[in-house]
């Protein structure tokens, strides 16, 4: 028996686990959203907004499986994640500040006098003992009031007034008082309902997606990075889930915004060493990495690790033997729109003679002229013969701006520009010039 205990324990868990993981892998596989719903109602508890949590995990998940998940809203989704019509409906309860209790109050709420009409008809017919002044706050940066055709700045300005009257009608309800408008069940009138909101405009976008990242932990509507995603895909080596994946002391170089800041010292250090050092995470499209900043470079590069600040960071992969993912130690950080000057090592332009022809071609000079600077450019001329010219521009150097991508896409069309970066680990020390292949038509070549 003692023999057999040796290596029982392991087989007796190692069977159960076998079977759970295969309920697991049937269920994923042939109920997909009822699955990953349930998958992010189990972890609502352990959510974690100043870090990426399972739940937010779990949506990239979702969003990588094509399966769409709908915003929370106060009309549509329960307290937990389900699915509604093939999609996978928000939980009001992994809202930040709202919680379960609130959130089933809502819910049976509206499964028993129906669906809320405004603002303040939700604030007079909810109990503010179970749902208060926070948790409004949080749906209405969450979105889940949009449905209901009103802004969520009005929501914001108007949240006062809906709260008093909220107040006044739960005093009425426990005294047993009816409202001289109401109907005979006790219910808010339309007029009480439907209260005059404030004119004013929506949220500018990065205010927005700023707040929905605070009470969902992500971006719902849009990324404050979506602008920025050509010149992200330009200049970065990889993605930050690329990146936390490659091998150790892999060199990269990724653009993204900067959250999660962490300052500290180190423990020890030299006689008039530094010792302060940032820990925090970057954040593209893709996803997030945790990033290093040691006291050396920090000197140097400290000043722009500001939240959400969009930054190019060139650094090397640190990745211990049975970690998962790696962390990035950073060696230079950039911002963001000084990376087409820092980071461009040639510009090649297509030009179509068809197309822009010679009036085009004094537009572009002018263009080009309007922005001078170190990076070289290259034309690759396409001849109404059929015949490609690539030519170096000797005398015409740039300082690639995004104004100035605009400029030439506008000119030469999206296509019309195409841009060599140099590798991450030339970054801080000088590039050598590209290598030049002639461009090939019929086995015609021609270069200048």
């Given at each position: 028996?003692?023999?057999?205990?040796?290596?029982?324990?392991?087989?007796?868990?190692?069977?159960?686990?076998?079977?759970?993981?295969?309920?697991?892998?049937?269920?994923?596989?042939?109920?997909?959203?009822?699955?990953?719903?349930?998958?992010?109602?189990?972890?609502?508890?352990?959510?974690?907004?100043?870090?990426?949590?399972?739940?937010?995990?779990?949506?990239?998940?979702?969003?990588?499986?094509?399966?769409?998940?709908?915003?929370?809203?106060?009309?549509?989704?329960?307290?937990?994640?389900?699915?509604?019509?093939?999609?996978?409906?928000?939980?009001?309860?992994?809202?930040?500040?709202?919680?379960?209790?609130?959130?089933?109050?809502?819910?049976?709420?509206?499964?028993?006098?129906?669906?809320?009409?405004?603002?303040?008809?939700?604030?007079?017919?909810?109990?503010?003992?179970?749902?208060?002044?926070?948790?409004?706050?949080?749906?209405?940066?969450?979105?889940?009031?949009?449905?209901?055709?009103?802004?969520?700045?009005?929501?914001?300005?108007?949240?006062?007034?809906?709260?008093?009257?909220?107040?006044?009608?739960?005093?009425?309800?426990?005294?047993?008082?009816?409202?001289?408008?109401?109907?005979?069940?006790?219910?808010?009138?339309?007029?009480?309902?439907?209260?005059?909101?404030?004119?004013l405009?929506?949220?500018?976008l990065?205010?927005?997606?700023?707040?929905?990242?605070?009470?969902?932990?992500?971006?719902?509507?849009?990324?404050?990075?979506?602008?920025?995603?050509?010149?992200?895909?330009?200049?970065?080596?990889?993605?930050?889930?690329?990146?936390?994946?490659?091998?150790?002391?892999?060199?990269?170089?990724?653009?993204?915004?900067?959250?999660?800041?962490?300052w500290?010292?180190?423990?020890?250090?030299?006689?008039?060493?530094?010792t302060?050092?940032?820990?925090?995470?970057?954040?593209?499209?893709?996803?997030?990495?945790?990033?290093?900043?040691?006291?050396e470079?920090?000197?140097?590069?400290?000043?722009?690790?500001q939240?959400?600040?969009?930054?190019?960071?060139?650094?090397?992969?640190?990745?211990?033997?049975g970690?998962?993912?790696?962390?990035?130690?950073?060696?230079?950080?950039?911002?963001?729109?000084?990376?087409p000057?820092?980071?461009?090592r040639?510009?090649?332009?297509?030009?179509?003679?068809?197309?822009?022809?010679?009036?085009?071609?004094?537009?572009?000079?002018?263009?080009?002229?309007?922005?001078?600077?170190?990076?070289?450019?290259?034309?690759?001329?396409?001849?109404?013969?059929?015949?490609?010219?690539?030519?170096?521009?000797?005398?015409?150097?740039?300082?690639?701006?995004?104004?100035?991508?605009?400029?030439?896409?506008?000119?030469?069309?999206?296509?019309?520009?195409?841009?060599?970066?140099?590798?991450?680990?030339?970054?801080?020390?000088?590039?050598?010039?590209?290598?030049?292949?002639?461009?090939?038509?019929?086995?015609?070549?021609?270069?200048?």
């Amino acid at each position: 028996m003692e023999k057999f205990a040796g290596y029982g324990f392991n087989k007796s868990h190692s069977t159960a686990y076998a079977l759970i993981a295969y309920m697991t892998a049937y269920l994923k596989a042939h109920w997909p959203r009822q699955f990953m719903a349930a998958l992010l109602s189990s972890d609502i508890p352990m959510r974690n907004f100043k870090r990426k949590d399972p739940v937010v995990r779990h949506l990239e998940d979702c969003r990588r499986m094509q399966i769409e998940v709908l915003g929370p809203d106060v009309n549509q989704s329960e307290a937990e994640f389900t699915v509604w019509e093939g999609k996978i409906s928000f939980g009001l309860a992994a809202v930040k500040g709202c919680g379960p209790s609130a959130a089933a109050a809502i819910v049976e709420e509206r499964q028993r006098s129906g669906p809320f009409r405004s603002l303040m008809d939700f604030c007079m017919r909810i109990d503010p003992a179970v749902v208060h002044r926070g948790a409004i706050e949080s749906l209405i940066k969450a979105g889940a009031f949009d449905s209901l055709g009103i802004r969520r700045s009005q929501c914001m300005a108007a949240l006062d007034k809906a709260l008093q009257a909220g107040a006044a009608a739960a005093a009425d309800r426990r005294i047993g008082q009816r409202s001289l408008f109401g109907d005979p069940g006790g219910q808010p009138s339309a007029p009480a309902a439907f209260v005059e909101l404030p004119e004013l405009p929506e949220w500018p976008l990065r205010e927005r997606l700023a707040k929905e990242k605070e009470v969902l932990g992500f971006y719902l509507s849009s990324h404050p990075l979506e602008e920025y995603q050509t010149l992200l895909e330009t200049y970065s080596t990889h993605t930050t889930v690329q990146a936390a994946k490659l091998a150790h002391r892999t060199e990269v170089r990724l653009c993204g915004m900067i959250a999660g800041i962490s300052w500290r010292n180190t423990k020890t250090a030299r006689p008039g060493a530094p010792t302060r050092y940032a820990m925090f995470d970057l954040e593209d499209m893709a996803g997030m990495i945790p990033c290093i900043l040691w006291p050396e470079p920090c000197l140097q590069y400290g000043q722009f690790i500001q939240p959400e600040a969009l930054v190019a960071i060139t650094g090397h992969i640190e990745r211990r033997p049975g970690e998962e993912e790696g962390t990035l130690i950073v060696s230079e950080v950039v911002p963001l729109e000084e990376t087409p000057a820092r980071y461009t090592r040639l510009v090649t332009l297509r030009v179509e003679e068809r197309r822009l022809g010679l009036e085009g071609l004094q537009q572009l000079q002018e263009v080009l002229q309007r922005w001078p600077g170190s990076t070289p450019v290259e034309l690759l001329l396409l001849l109404t013969d059929g015949v490609k010219v690539r030519c170096r521009c000797t005398q015409v150097q740039i300082q690639l701006t995004r104004q100035l991508q605009m400029d030439l896409e506008k000119l030469l069309g999206v296509r019309g520009i195409s841009i060599i970066t140099t590798p991450a680990r030339l970054s801080s020390r000088s590039c050598p010039g590209p290598e030049r292949t002639p461009a090939r038509n019929n086995g015609r070549i021609r270069t200048t």
